[in-house]
């Protein structure tokens, strides 16, 4: 039963959190992207104004963009793998120590 449970609330977890860090994973890949596709894009001969688009957004996409949850750790599949295994080994502390039974 406890490891059904186990289980079950691992799952909870990567369910609620992994589209998030899944969608920041992809977002700060299609950035990265962007900056070579820019870089080959026809700018040579292109209008002043395209340039200096061009100039501004090669500029902004120097600085990588890097998703922070409450200024504490990075949103990433990373982390949230991390994030599922603590809670795990948290939960199988917390069962095998029978801290739930005590508390009672």
């Known amino acids: 039963m406890h490891s059904i449970s186990s289980i079950v609330y691992l799952a909870g977890i990567l369910v609620e959190s992994f589209p998030f860090c899944y969608l920041c994973d992809l977002l700060v890949e299609d950035c990265d ?42 949103i990433s599949m990373s ?3 991390k994030m599922a295994k603590f809670a795990f080994s948290v939960m199988t502390v917390v069962q095998q120590m029978n801290l739930a039974e005590r508390l009672k």
């Not at 070579?36 to 002043?48: H, K, V």
Request: charged share 15%; glycine share 6%.
């Open 79 to 81: 982390t949230n793998i």
């Open 33 to 74: 992207d962007l900056c070579n596709l820019l870089g080959q894009s026809n700018w040579i001969d292109a209008e002043p104004r395209y340039k200096s688009t061009l100039r501004i957004f090669m500029h902004n996409l120097q600085q990588p963009i890097i998703f922070v949850a409450g200024g504490i750790f990075l």
